[in-house]
Structure formats: C-alpha cells, structure tokens
C-alpha cells in the first residue's frame, strides 16, 4: 500500500496553514464508471420536456364548472 499524500490545510481566511495532514483514503479509491454514467443518465432525466399520451390528455375529466360565481 502507498502512503496517502499530504494535504494543506486552510484557514476560514482561504490563507494557507503551516499544518498538512494525511489526505483521506476515500479521495484515493477508484472512480466507477459505471456509476458516473448511471448517476449522469438519472441528472440528464430531470431536464427533459414532460410530454403528454394523447392529444385529448388533461382534457379528458369528470370534474364540472361551477361557473364565475356571479
């Protein structure tokens, strides 16, 4: 196992610290491509124009007017 690279730590300033720790394991595993791709297909799935069956969709219902109300 090689040993995991240090890191710099910075202040609530953005200015570097004199003080470096070890960079955690889970920054070195590998990607999953196959996840990436999954998560990628689910984000691209929220973009997409809604589209409806039928031409007569939405107008098609058994609720009635009341009217204006005068």
Do not use: C
């Amino acid at each position: 196992m090689s040993a995991r690279p240090l890191v710099t730590v910075y202040d609530d300033s953005n200015a570097a610290t004199s003080k470096q720790i070890k960079l955690p394991n889970v920054f070195l595993t590998p990607i999953r491509t196959d996840l990436v791709q999954f998560i990628h297909d689910q984000v691209r799935k929220n973009r997409r124009q809604a589209h409806a069956v039928s031409t007569k969709a939405g107008h098609q219902t058994s609720a009635e007017s009341w009217g204006t109300g005068h």
